[in-house]
């Protein structure tokens, strides 16, 4: 993929050399709490998260998560289209460090997302999120997304809510 540039962002792929901020995401209370822990506690072991998802996605599905910098460089998040052996649908998944919430970086980068969906041709995207992600859940429905029904992904102990979105050809 191309990297996307947005009014604030620039997207791009992920590569090894962001080991060390996926190695800070990963382990964020609120990624652990909302996304769940995936066990990353080393550099290494973020580096090979990138290289066995995001990066293995890029070459088999031309798309993935992306690292989202402030036009200076500056890693805030990651944002992007997954999908998973789960679920019928691509998903649009996104997390960012707590100092760069609440300042529409999310917003604007989901939206950069659901474009690249269009331009692939995608008809529909869906969203999960876990029932007590509030903050979460009103991005997805200000990015139009609506609320199907509760699933319960494979290993997990508790449901959580699937959000769908119909994407235009013009999103």
Known sequence: MTPMATARLHLRELTPDDAPFLLALLNDPDWIRNIGDRGVRSVDAARDYAVKGPIAMYAN????????????????????????????????????????????????????????????????????????????????????FAFERPIRMPNDSEDIALYAKAIDAKD
């Open 61 to 144: 599905r031309g798309f993935g998560l992306w690292m989202v910098e402030t036009r200076d460089g500056t890693p805030t998040g990651m944002c992007g289209l997954i999908k998973r052996d789960t679920l019928e649908d691509v998903d649009i998944g996104f997390a960012f460090l707590p100092e760069f919430r609440g300042k529409g970086y999310a917003f604007e980068a989901a939206t950069a997302s659901l474009a690249v969906a269009a331009k692939l041709g995608m008809k529909r995207v869906v969203g999960i999120v876990s029932f007590h992600n509030a903050d979460s859940i009103a991005l997805l429905v200000k990015l139009g």
